[in-house]
């Protein structure tokens, strides 16, 4: 369920906006606080975080928790970015900490396969493939 917003500020509206610049890349609370300060925008990061949480009670922004070592993610999805039933998985790089979405069948397969044979239901904006990246498996090989 989404919700109205409640108040249609500048900070709110340019706040959406860079998000909406970001749009399939996932981003923290300080890469926005980082981006205003580096424009010279003042916007608190109490704001930041304000206005990210309401932008994902209206279903404007996904929010992922990925580790309790590693600040919560946010990702604009107003636009369809995600398949329609919202489910995404990721990868997450141990080297380099990128991360990755995984919208591929045979991890549906593997969900289905959970949920069928034994009962267990993945959330998928909690699952968490770890490994490293291609850029850093490139790297480890090497070495």
């Known amino acids: 369920m989404t919700m109205k917003p409640k108040y249609k500020t500048k900070q709110r509206e340019v706040i959406l906006s860079y998000i909406k610049q970001t749009s399939g890349k996932h981003i923290t609370a300080g890469d926005v606080c980082d981006y205003f300060k580096e424009q ?11 206005q ?6 209206e279903g404007i922004v996904n929010k992922y928790n990925i580790d309790a070592n590693s600040p919560a ?12 039933d919202g489910i995404c998985f990721h990868a997450k790089c141990e080297e380099c900490g990128k ?8 991890i549906l397969k593997i969900r289905d396969h959970l949920s069928e044979d034994h009962g267990f239901v993945l959330d998928p904006k909690r699952t968490v493939f770890y490994g ?12």
């Not at 999805?77 to 398949?83: L, N």
């Not at 291609?134 to 090497?142: A, L, M, T």
């Open 132 to 143: 490293l990246c291609e850029e850093c498996g490139k790297e480890e090989r090497s070495r």
């Open 99 to 106: 991360l990755i979405h995984l919208h591929c069948e045979e």
């Open 73 to 84: 993610c946010f990702e604009y999805v107003a636009d369809g970015e995600h398949d329609s």
């Open 52 to 57: 990210l949480e309401s932008l994902v009670d």
């Open 40 to 50: 010279g925008t003042p916007i608190g990061q109490a704001t930041v975080y304000r």
